[in-house]
């Protein structure tokens, strides 16, 4: 950290009666700057899982088709991905406390006017807009922490600021669920209304705007268009292929134009006279190991975990709460490692860390391929733990490689870079897993319809068959049948979901593993943040 950065956070924390007013003083302190980014980042995170929850209850009530239904996640999470450097660059330019301000008042107020919407085209509209507020959000926070702590202590504050996201997460499905049962589905969007004001009324009180004096001056419109239309179709392509097939035109299309594009994107960064993504910020071996890192962590986590609450629910029959309760011990690990692997990683670096926790997740993968329709609750939690403990000090320690070996004057690109990592490997990995699950349930489900002595179904039948048996769902039986058949019928369904959810995690123990090899690069930030001005 520069000693400009430093000698202000020692001037913000002299003690009362020196220097500045309390009020003053307290504008720009590490810690409460750190909870004021928290409470910001807690309604981001909150929505990835809370939403979910209420997705059924939406489609019913604004009766929304099923392809209306999934653009109201589709869309919040491409408005997401694609925005998100380019907002880090912003914050850059213009200041990230004026970012994270404008971020949480736009999240709160499109989450507000999704609540009062009366259809399901309103819905989407501010689904997107609310994707964009979220964007700016994210960066700006980890633009602020990097500015407001020095160097040896950024994993800590990153760790705190992990354990918040992975509280919020584990909340939603919970908080979700007690919410639409209980009072409606509105109420899952207007709970932001609260926390965004109070994250503005801490923003105006506590911020204080860091940013360095070589930060870019200009916006590199061409390199925003390029990686914008890139973003846009990976993360289109990949969200379509397991619908459109991988060897589809249209998903062939995409993906191949997202490849063209961050050839031109790269290319012209090369010449541009103030480049959004300096390609010099490559050159750094430990940051561009941290952001594959992150690509990996978020496909083999977010990919595999997308299966476990069909798991939960339609195998095991638990409703959203009950789902959301046994997922508990995973996130309660991730509550608790993500500090405590902050401190770890002050203490030793996070190379440790990091190939410690890959391992410990590739192992968790593994455990949870073995699972099955009949596995308890027991051997489920303990997966869930060694999971938590295992994700924890990668979020963290791959976090702080990425933004902590960035100049001061990227750091909001590079919160970008690491947030779209992630982004990403989330969409490639839940996409790639799907599909490979979907063709193990497809390969097994005859055998073990005709295993279980039921007679075989053809045509429109058998594919409705197979594709509620993606997602775990016994078919309803008719009027008059028999126990034993209902019965049959869900253990032919669940055997073959299961194969395909242990095929899933199998496959993602592998690329967690690979993920651990590659944190042997990882490294402690130590990049040389240059003149700052606090503003």
């Known amino acids: 950290m520069s000693q400009s950065v430093v000698k202000n956070a020692q001037a913000d924390a002299s003690p009362p009666g020196q220097g500045a007013p309390a009020g003053r003083r307290l504008q720009g302190h590490p810690w409460l700057t750190l909870l004021t980014v928290a409470v910001g980042v807690m309604m981001v995170a909150l929505d990835g899982t809370i939403v979910a929850i209420a997705n059924p209850v939406i489609q019913t009530d604004l009766k929304a088709s099923p392809a209306d239904i999934q653009w109201v996640t589709s869309g919040y999470l491409l408005a997401l991905a694609v925005f998100l450097i380019t907002a880090g660059k912003i914050g850059d330019r213009f200041g990230h406390k004026s970012t994270f301000l404008v971020g949480a008042v736009g999240f ?11 259809n399901i085209q309103t819905v989407i509209a501010f689904r997107v807009l609310q994707g964009l507020f979220g964007a700016l959000l994210q960066p700006a926070a980890l633009g602020l922490l990097r500015g407001a702590f020095p160097v040896e202590k950024l994993n800590m504050a990153i760790g ?3 354990g918040v996201i992975g509280a919020s997460t584990a909340a939603g499905p919970i908080v979700g669920g007690l919410l639409v049962e209980h009072v409606s589905w509105q109420s899952v969007f207007f709970i932001n209304i609260p926390v965004g004001l109070a994250a503005l009324a801490l923003g105006i009180w ?3 705007d860091v940013r360095a004096e070589n930060a870019a001056k200009s916006f590199d419109i061409p390199g925003i268009l390029l990686l914008s239309a890139a973003m846009f179709m990976l993360v289109w392509g990949i969200i379509k292929a397991p619908s459109w097939g991988w060897g589809d035109t249209s998903t062939l299309l995409f993906l191949g134009g997202a490849v063209l594009s961050l050839v031109a994107f790269a290319l012209w960064q090369r010449v541009a006279r103030e480049p959004l993504i ?6 750094s071996v430990p940051l561009s190991a941290g ?10 986590f977010f990919g595999a975990i997308f299966f476990v609450t069909f798991y939960l629910q339609n195998v095991h029959g638990m409703s959203p709460v009950d789902a959301g309760v046994h997922l508990l011990p995973m996130t309660g ?8 692997a902050g401190a770890a990683i002050g203490r030793v670096g996070p190379r440790i860390p990091i190939v410690v926790g890959m391992v410990l997740t590739s192992v968790a993968m593994y455990g949870m391929s073995t699972l099955d329709a009949g596995s308890g609750s027991g051997v489920m939690s303990l997966w869930f733990v060694l999971m938590g403990l295992g994700i924890s000090p990668v979020l963290v320690g791959a976090t702080e490689v990425i933004v902590g070996n960035a100049p001061l004057e990227l750091s909001g690109v590079a919160g970008g870079l690491q947030q779209a990592a992630m982004q990403v490997g989330g969409s ?9 699950m979907a063709a193990k349930v497809t390969d097994v489900l005859p055998g073990n319809w005709a295993a279980a002595g039921l007679p075989p179904v053809e045509g429109a039948q058998a594919q409705g068959l197979e594709q509620a048996a993606q997602l775990g769902i016994a078919p309803p039986p008719a009027p008059g049948t028999p126990q034993q058949v209902v019965d049959a019928m869900a253990t032919a369904v669940h055997d073959s979901f299961v194969s395909g959810m242990s095929l899933a995690f199998a496959v993602a123990a592998v690329v967690a593993f690979a993920a651990a090899l590659l944190g042997l690069l990882a490294k402690r930030g130590t990049t040389d943040t240059g003149p700052a001005v606090h503003i």
Do not use: D, E, Q
């Open 108 to 118: 709160a107020a499109t989450s507000a006017a999704i609540g009062f919407a009366g």
């Open 160 to 162: 705190i600021w992990a």
């Open 206 to 208: 506590v911020l204080k």
């Open 278 to 283: 300096p390609l010099g910020l490559f050159r």
């Open 291 to 300: 952001t594959l890192l992150m690509i990996l962590m978020a496909f083999s």
């Open 333 to 340: 690990m991730m509550i608790v490692g993500a500090p405590a």
């Open 428 to 436: 490639l990995g839940t996409a790639v897993l799907g599909a490979l």
